[in-house]
């Protein structure tokens, strides 16, 4: 039975940071491509982030450059998402996703004084 359990979400003040984990079992974690996305309230999914089977290429969106760094432990079958300096804006549902066609069921993280 595959299973994806994101993590680490919760209640942060503007300019905090979080890290985000997604622990997986029930597929060989270590052959599959590791995304993030988030959804915000009312929006579509957007991409955030990707790492290769190995770890050691990542992608980020644009306008995430800088704000977000992915990682994965494939001893531990988990990803990471480290998201700092955290905005208003930040406020979403967080998945990870294992390509092709596993998925979490979300961590909520809201961004708020």
């Known amino acids: 039975q595959v299973q994806l359990v994101e993590s680490g979400g919760g209640l942060v003040q503007p300019g905090g940071s979080l890290t985000l984990s997604c622990a997986t079992s029930g597929f060989t974690f270590n052959k599959y491509w590791m995304y993030w996305v988030r959804q915000a309230p009312g929006e579509g999914l957007e991409w955030l982030s990707s790492i290769n089977p190995s770890g050691d290429s990542s992608y980020y969106a644009d306008s995430m450059k800088g704000q977000f760094t992915i990682s994965r432990d494939n001893v531990k079958n988990t990803v990471y998402l480290q998201v700092m300096n955290l905005r208003s804006e930040d406020t979403a549902e967080y998945y990870c996703?294992?390509?092709?066609?596993?998925w979490g069921q979300g961590t909520r993280v809201i961004v708020s004084s």
């Open positions: 996703a294992a390509y092709p066609g596993y």
